[in-house]
């Protein structure tokens, strides 16, 4: 039975492979196609991407140390009509010793060019599925009516005492994912 989550909720894994997978409906006949598109932080200590290799999104699909992957972008945000729109396969017995924290974001691509926001978008979740029974393990729907924000963070993947936990996020953010790249990473951007 799976896990119904609270924003701010923890709760301990208890797996090393399994699917993040997030989904979205957005409303019909804002003018354009929504396109969001799901990312992965994967942080160190200092709350920082070890290299920019460790930001995980439709552009960069694998980790450097193979503990993740992206299956890919939906650009309209109609991959499914009542499943996950995208999806990241994660395996912790792969993550780097310097990884502990991962972070799932969903930003909105040109959110203020074509004036789109998250109150724009219902039916938002971030659930856990073991990858070795298929069995979605817990799931968290954003609850909260973002309407200003083009951002969120869904939830984040924690290491503490050696045991990998997650929590259900769910702050928002009126940012892009420029944003969260000059928050995380403090190297050189590769073009």
């Not at 909105?108 to 004036?115: E, G, N, S």
């Amino acid at each position: 039975m799976a896990i119904n989550l609270q924003k701010g909720q923890r709760i301990d894994i208890g797996l090393n492979k399994m699917t993040i997978g997030l989904g979205w409906d957005p409303n019909e006949g804002t003018g354009h196609d929504f396109d969001l598109d799901a990312s992965a932080f994967m942080l160190n200590e200092g709350r920082l991407i070890p290299s920019e290799a460790f930001f995980v999104f439709y552009g960069n699909t694998d980790s450097p140390d193979g503990s993740l992957h992206h299956t890919g972008d939906d650009p309209t945000g109609g991959n499914s009509a009542d499943g996950d729109d995208e999806s990241i396969q994660v395996d912790l017995s792969k993550t780097d010793p310097s990884v502990s924290e991962i972070l799932f974001v969903v930003t909105i691509h040109d959110a203020v060019a074509r004036r789109q926001n998250y109150g724009q978008v219902r039916n938002s979740y971030i659930r856990i599925v073991d990858d070795n029974t298929g069995q979605e393990v817990a799931k968290y729907e954003l609850g909260e009516d973002f309407s200003i924000e083009t951002a969120v963070e869904f939830g984040r993947l924690y290491k503490r005492n050696g045991q990998w936990k997650f929590e259900a996020s769910g702050i928002g953010y009126k940012e892009d994912l420029a944003f969260f790249l000059s928050k995380y990473y403090k190297g050189e951007i590769i073009k």
